[in-house]
């Protein structure tokens, strides 16, 4: 019955595919395959269920910012962290430079690029990349995450939108140690392959409050609500109002295709569906979702009723 409903809502988002467009300002982006689409769901009570292209390995961008981020509050400290990064939606696009540069505000929050290389300039000189990476394997329950090195080095070829938004941050005083080192722990961190599956055991983590299926703690229940706060409010790019109302799951999505999604006591949901929409969002995947979320009352708001009807 759940498998069935888990089949619909892939067929549900399959036609929106054609409407979509794989990410191409990195290059080594474009080479993915526009129709492929998988889902897979890790339930609180050990159950999995998956459909469609789970398995593949692709690129997790921007969905290494709520690592980032869970990581920097526990070894950083909220305070040191929202003293220089803001908790806001910031309504223009995940790399704009506008509202960073038109005012004195630092970045709006911690989903969009300047917000995350600020992050990643608070982490890269207490935890190295390596441990990072030990870290997103733990979290994610997949060892077999990896640098993806032709991600790096394209993306690494095309970085002058990000590094002229770390040195603006290192202007402003955001960043104060070394703005290349922290440009490349960013890019890095972005150029890690996962699957759907890898994505849906990091929502299970968040979904169970920080606690991993063998009954390890492994982030704090503080860490846990704020992240899962900014990646309601803000994780869908300049979609996430509207996300918000359509499909009301925490949720935060990548240009690689990816979108981790965790529903509060109940299961970690990931995704894979490089084609996106014109925010920069898996299209194939959002209809996914909302079909899921109608149908089984996972949105945040729906009453204690609906959630155990």
Do not use: W
């Not at 908790?87 to 630092?106: C, Q, R, V, Y």
């Not at 990091?202 to 920080?210: F, T, V």
């Amino acid at each position: 019955m759940f498998q069935d409903l888990i089949n619909e809502a892939l067929e549900t988002g399959r036609p929106y595919i054609k409407e979509g467009e794989v990410a191409t300002y990195i290059p080594e982006l474009g080479r993915a395959d526009k129709n492929k689409l998988g889902i897979s769901i890790f339930c609180r009570d050990g159950s999995r269920f998956s459909c469609g292209d789970t398995k593949d390995r692709f690129s997790i961008q921007s969905i290494s910012k709520v690592i980032s981020l869970a990581v920097a509050l526990e070894v950083c400290g909220f305070d040191m962290v929202f003293e220089n990064v803001g908790m806001e939606p910031s309504g223009d696009a995940f790399n704009s430079l506008i509202k960073l540069e038109g005012s004195n505000s630092h970045p709006y929050n911690p989903m969009i690029n300047s917000g995350a290389i600020a992050v990643a300039s608070f982490i890269e000189p207490k935890v190295s990349f390596e441990e990072m990476l030990k870290l997103a394997r733990c979290f994610c329950q997949d060892d077999g995450i990896v640098l993806d090195e032709k991600v790096y080095g394209s993306e690494m070829s095309t970085v002058a939108r990000n590094r002229a938004i770390a040195y603006l941050l290192e202007s402003k005083g955001v960043i104060n140690g070394n703005v290349e080192e922290a440009l490349d722990f960013y890019v890095k961190m972005c150029s890690l392959s996962v699957t759907a599956e890898s994505l849906a055991g990091l929502g299970l983590l968040l979904a169970n409050d920080g606690v991993d299926p063998s009954g390890k703690r492994l982030l704090n229940s503080d860490t846990v609500r704020v992240v899962k706060t900014i990646m309601l409010t803000c994780g869908m790019y300049d979609r996430s109002g509207e996300f918000a109302v359509r499909v009301g799951i925490p949720s935060k999505s990548g240009v690689g295709g990816g979108i981790l999604s965790c529903v509060g006591g109940r299961m970690g949901i990931g995704i894979y569906g490089p084609a996106l929409d014109e925010k920069g969002n898996s299209i194939g995947g959002g209809y996914t979702l909302e079909y899921l979320s109608e149908h089984l009352n996972l949105h945040i708001l729906d009453s204690a009723d609906a959630k155990e009807a």
